[in-house]
C-alpha cells in the first residue's frame, strides 16, 4: 500500500506563503507522478499541480506563476510552495499519488489525509 503524510497547511493573509509536504511510502511501486489537488467548500476537488517521476510540471491556469511544485527524487517529499496567496486559495489540500505496483497492468490514485489552507483578506 501507498501511504501518504500532508503538512504545511494554515492560516495565512492575503500575499504571504505556505509550503506543504507530501512524504509518500511506496514501496514496491513505480510512481508516474505526485500532485496537489484542492477543494474548496461547495466546490469540486480540482488539480492544483502535477509532477511526473521526469520532472516535468503541469500547473492550473490559477496558481501559474505563483505556485512550484517540486521533488527531489523518489526518496524525498514531494512540495508546493505557495506564493502571493489569495483568498480564493482556501480550501482543502490533498497530495495525490499515482503509480503502479510492481508486477500490476495499471497504475491507481492514493490521496492524503487532506491539509486545510485558510488565506484571509
Known amino acids: 500500500q501507498v501511504q501518504l503524510v500532508e503538512s504545511g497547511g494554515g492560516l495565512v493573509q492575503a500575499g504571504g506563503s505556505l509550503r506543504l509536504s507530501c512524504a509518500a511510502s511506496?514501496?514496491?511501486?513505480?510512481?508516474?507522478?505526485m500532485s496537489w489537488y484542492r477543494q474548496a467548500p461547495g466546490k469540486q476537488r480540482e488539480l492544483v499541480a502535477d509532477?511526473?517521476?521526469?520532472?516535468?510540471?503541469n500547473y492550473a491556469e490559477t496558481v501559474k506563476g505563483r505556485f512550484t511544485i517540486s521533488r527531489d527524487n523518489a526518496r524525498n517529499p514531494a512540495y508546493l510552495q505557495m506564493n502571493s496567496l489569495k483568498p480564493e486559495a482556501t480550501a482543502v489540500y490533498y497530495c495525490?499519488?499515482?503509480?503502479?505496483?510492481?508486477?500490476?497492468?495499471?497504475?491507481?490514485?492514493?490521496w492524503g489525509q487532506g491539509t486545510q489552507v485558510t488565506v484571509s483578506s
Open positions: 495525490n499519488y499515482n503509480g503502479r505496483r510492481e508486477g500490476w497492468k495499471l497504475p491507481m490514485d492514493y
Open positions: 511506496a514501496t514496491g511501486f513505480m510512481t508516474n507522478s
Open positions: 509532477i511526473t517521476e521526469g520532472g516535468r510540471t
